[in-house]
DNA sequence: TTAATATATCAATGAAAATTGATATAACTA
DNA sequence: TAGTTATATCAATTTTCATTGATATATTAA
């Protein structure tokens, strides 16, 4: 018995898409530092000073987070000032919501 | 400078279990599971054989799933029905929601 | 009660990704 | 310019977890 939702060609790009998203966020550092970007832009050193991580490991963390469009950054100078990227965010959002909710398809 | 989401004591558990949930469906095997799943009951042989998949790796993702509360299964006769459980979806949906939204806290 | 089918479990392997340590770069400050 | 601070990068290690192969269990059918 063939099921419809594996057919469709566009759906393997869509749940490709979908699970980068998931991968990039399901780690608590990430989900910490996330916290407190929703707090407001903050710099390198203010995050990794909170969640007592080393330096380079949250360096490491935003740099995937901001590749995959969740993070913004700009120099101010000598820091980096990080921000989320609230239109990136809920795009993700709304396509899980779609993906995991009842009957959508 | 302290930043005010990191320091509650309830908010390591709330992040821990959201956490848990993402790592549970940050798969593609999965997402294509919960895809499946999503028009309706089916038995294990049904998935594996949409999904291109061995029958004991199907097995195991699907207890992963089942054992995170995301899936309920029942007998019947020698097949093994497995199906969504809404509500741990929903509950985790939303809470990723808040947890992700602007200004939540 | 034997064979066949459906599903689950378990140990071993492999791959991806987090973490660490060391070092590089860039911008301030004295 | 030299020293200091903030951040990034890179290679090595470790950890986590998906995958595989083999086998066990449970149900049905002959």
Redesign the pocket.
């Known amino acids: 018995m063939k099921i419809k939702c594996c057919q469709r060609k566009e759906f393997d790009k869509k749940l490709f898409d979908l699970n980068?998203f998931l991968?990039?966020v399901?780690?608590?550092?990430?989900l910490r530092i996330l916290c407190i970007l929703k707090s407001g832009p903050r710099?390198?050193?203010?995050?990794?000073e909170n969640l007592e991580?080393?330096?380079?490991?949250?360096?490491?963390?935003?740099?995937?987070l901001?590749d995959f469009g969740l993070l913004k950054?700009e120099?101010?100078?000598?820091?980096?000032?990080?921000s989320i990227n609230d239109n990136n965010i809920d795009k993700y959002l709304k396509s899980l919501n779609i993906f995991l909710k009842k009957y959508d398809n």
């Open positions: 980068e991968k990039a399901s780690d608590e550092n990430r710099c390198v050193c203010d995050i990794w991580l080393s330096q380079n490991l949250v360096s490491h963390h935003l740099k995937a901001k950054s120099r101010s100078g000598s820091n980096i000032i990080y």
